[in-house]
Nanobody
Framework: QVQLVESGGGLVQPGGSLRLSCAAS????????MGWYRQAPGKQRELVAG???????NYADSVKGRFTISRDNAKNTLYLQMNSLKPEDTAVYYC???????????????WGQGTQVTISS
């Protein structure tokens, strides 16, 4: 059984910062691409940032220059440093990972349960 557990969400004022973490645990052989998604009320889930195992990253235009995605492969943990937060960043943030369960297996897609991020004065 594989689990992704996010932490670090909360309520901050505009201009503030938060750091999200996502720890993967369970029967994991290796983890490929990982990413952060978010879903605001009444909107579709969208990709915020992604990172490959070797550290290549991509970002949504709306967060470029403000958010930084990173990972610690030894700890199977994903991070998202969010700076200069805006009210429009308010959403539930979800961790996503492509996980290989054993040598030679395909990658399976897993999601975390989500963590609420609210930007408000």
């Amino acid at each position: 059984q594989v689990q992704l557990v996010e932490s670090g969400g909360g309520l901050v004022q505009p201009g503030g910062s938060l750091r999200l973490s996502c720890a993967a645990s369970g029967s994991i052989f290796s983890i490929g691409v990982m990413g952060w998604y978010r879903q605001a009320p009444g909107k579709q889930r969208e990709l915020v940032a992604g990172i490959t195992r070797t550290g290549s990253t991509n970002y949504a235009d709306s967060v470029k220059g403000r958010f930084t995605i990173s990972r610690d492969n030894a700890k199977n943990t994903l991070y998202l440093q969010m700076n200069s937060l805006k009210p429009e960043d308010t959403a539930v943030y979800y961790c996503n990972a492509a996980i290989r369960l054993y040598t030679g297996s395909t990658y399976y897609n897993y999601w975390g349960q989500g963590t609420q991020v609210t930007i408000s004065s």
